[in-house]
């Protein structure tokens, strides 16, 4: 474990390193762009999890129209997804803000154009009884990532918060198992985030958690796309009649979680054997919480909160995580935002109200649920 300790320089020569040959032919090579066509990438290794459930939903019932759409796992490295999309490997990325500020640092030219976590989406785990009094309680702490990369979305989240991240260290505990690694006794936290931990509770790994919700005002994960893009008008009006198939996703799962959980689940069966339906619906709904987040100040889905983004730039800046001053209206734009709600919210609802569940996902409830998320 000590062999894997990293720090701020390590982080940031990690990243200039780039994403490996054998990683980005896991995407195989890109298509000739065509205009109907939209291929998203996640951070993760995996898109087997509940956080895409508006994807799922839209494909669904058709609210992505005509356009092709491919929903692929990006290589763990957590910088990767915003390099294949620099690179011409993926049409739109899902980047933390220290990832995708991490890109721009290094002259990625991307811009933000939807912001899906309205709070801050990331969580820190303990063992059961060992969790400190306030956040500050990390400082000495260990806290176990699953990739060398998401030390960029620790350290601006807990300075931030008023934590001296000098007294904080971290081990790549690897991709999925960094929160076994805690469980086994290894290191004193984990990064984790809404959704994920109600499948590692799923999974028997029972934590005691500080919510990012509930004590961060920075920004969470993005879709980001090429600047060209956003600036060649026929490739924009795709991004936007896109995004407007995720935005009525998040609407529909918002009139009816259980019928959005059911949908992932049935198109990834293997989910089943970690997540029983009540456990499942519970991960849907801690995304959708975040999804739905700060609601007052945005009232739209996708909508990014230019004072949130400030905040992050800031901070990242101060840390020495990045260099240069971003301007937030020239990287984070809402330009698509009204388009992307432009769905038809009256099919939106009927299909949710109208969707037939289970008898398995009739038996969850989501009341209880709220109350205890």
Not at 5 to 31: C, D, E, F, Q, Y
Request: glycine residues 12%.
């Amino acid at each position: 474990m000590t062999q894997m300790m990293i720090g701020r320089r390590r982080l940031l020569s990690l990243t200039a390193a780039g994403v490996s040959v054998a990683a980005l032919g896991g995407l195989g090579s890109r298509k000739a762009y065509a205009a109907d066509t939209v291929r998203w990438v996640s951070p993760r290794g995996t898109v087997e999890v509940l956080d895409d459930y508006p994807y799922w939903v839209g494909k669904k019932f058709g609210y992505f129209g005509d356009i092709e759409t491919t929903l692929e796992p990006g290589p763990s490295d957590a910088t990767a997804c915003v390099k294949l999309v620099d690179q011409n490997q993926a049409d739109m990325g899902y980047p933390s803000p220290g990832v995708f500020s991490l890109g721009l640092a290094q002259g990625i030219p991307l811009v933000s154009v939807f912001q899906m976590g309205g709070a801050d989406v990331f969580d820190f785990a303990f063992r059961k009884g060992e969790k400190p009094a306030d956040i500050k309680g990390l400082e000495g702490k260990t806290i176990v990532l699953g990739s060398a990369g998401w030390q960029s979305i620790c350290d601006p989240m807990l300075k931030a918060a008023g934590v001296d991240i000098t007294k904080v260290k971290y081990v790549d505990g690897g991709w999925p198992a960094w929160g076994t690694v805690l469980s086994q006794g290894n290191g004193d936290a984990a990064l984790s985030w809404e959704g994920w931990r109600a499948q590692w509770k799923g999974q028997g790994l029972d934590f005691d958690y500080f919510l990012g919700r509930d004590f961060s005002k920075l920004p969470a994960n993005s879709f980001v796309i090429r600047k060209a893009d956003f600036e060649d008008a026929a490739k924009k009006d795709v991004y936007a009649r896109y995004l407007k198939g995720w935005a009525a996703g998040l609407e529909f799962g918002r009139i009816n979680p259980r019928a959005a959980t059911q949908i992932v689940m049935e198109q990834f069966p293997g989910l089943s054997s970690q997540m029983n339906p009540a456990v499942a619906t519970e991960s849907m709904m801690q995304l959708a919480n975040v999804f739905g987040g700060r609601w007052e100040e945005r009232k739209k889905w996708g909508y990014h909160i230019p004072e949130s983004w400030q905040l992050f730039f800031d901070t990242a800046k101060g840390i020495g995580q990045i260099s240069g001053d971003f301007k937030v209206d020239e990287v984070v734009k809402n330009d698509l935002v009204d388009a992307a709600n432009g769905f038809d919210a009256a099919k939106v609802k009927a299909d949710a109200d109208g969707f037939a569940l289970s008898d398995d996902y009739k038996k969850v409830n989501v009341e209880e649920i709220s109350k205890a998320i």
